[in-house]
């Protein structure tokens, strides 16, 4: 985690010092094919953290929510986010919103990765994933439920 002023590009999508670490430290079966690097880290309690996920083709994120918000900037390929009860067509350019306590799930194309950027404060809650309730109500709705990993 930097607190450099400068970080070089030393290849698509990946920056100078900045390891490629697994999504998630304590790994899980709730998600597939996603990486992050975290790009800058303020390291207070009222700094925030900038990210840069990238999932592989046909991989997707966890399906979570918590107390924090999530300001995303997708930055190649294409895919699919839940936020709520919405699914949104991502391209590169886009910008979503997480509010608080939002299911959120991030998914990518069969074609090719989907790489974004994300902000979050760098003191936050844990994840929260769906109780087998929770998971069986967002399944039995039409309009996301096809949508779900978990």
């Known amino acids: 985690m930097s607190q450099k002023t400068h970080i070089a590009q030393t290849e698509p999508f990946?920056?100078?010092?900045?390891?490629?670490?697994?999504?998630?430290?304590?790994?899980?079966?709730?998600?597939?094919?996603?990486?992050?690097?975290?790009?800058?880290?303020?390291?207070?309690?009222?700094?925030?953290?900038?990210?840069?996920?990238?999932?592989?083709?046909?991989?997707?994120?966890?399906?979570?929510?918590?107390?924090?918000?999530h300001s995303v900037m997708v930055l190649r390929g294409c895919g699919q986010a839940l936020v709520g009860r919405e699914i949104h067509a991502l391209q590169a350019n886009d910008l979503v919103r997480v509010p608080p306590q939002t299911w959120h799930q991030f998914r990518a194309t069969a074609g090719e990765p989907l790489g974004f950027l994300c902000v979050v404060r760098t003191e936050r809650d844990k994840p929260r994933l769906p109780t087998v309730a929770e998971l069986a109500e967002l399944r039995a709705d039409g309009r996301i439920g096809p949508f779900v990993r978990a």
Request: aromatic residues 10%.
């Open 14 to 69: 990946r920056w100078e010092d900045v390891p490629v670490l697994a999504y998630k430290e304590d790994g899980g079966t709730h998600f597939r094919s996603i990486t992050r690097q975290v790009l800058f880290d303020d390291g207070d309690a009222a700094g925030s953290q900038l990210r840069y996920f990238e999932i592989a083709p046909g991989g997707h994120s966890t399906l979570e929510r918590h107390d924090h918000i």
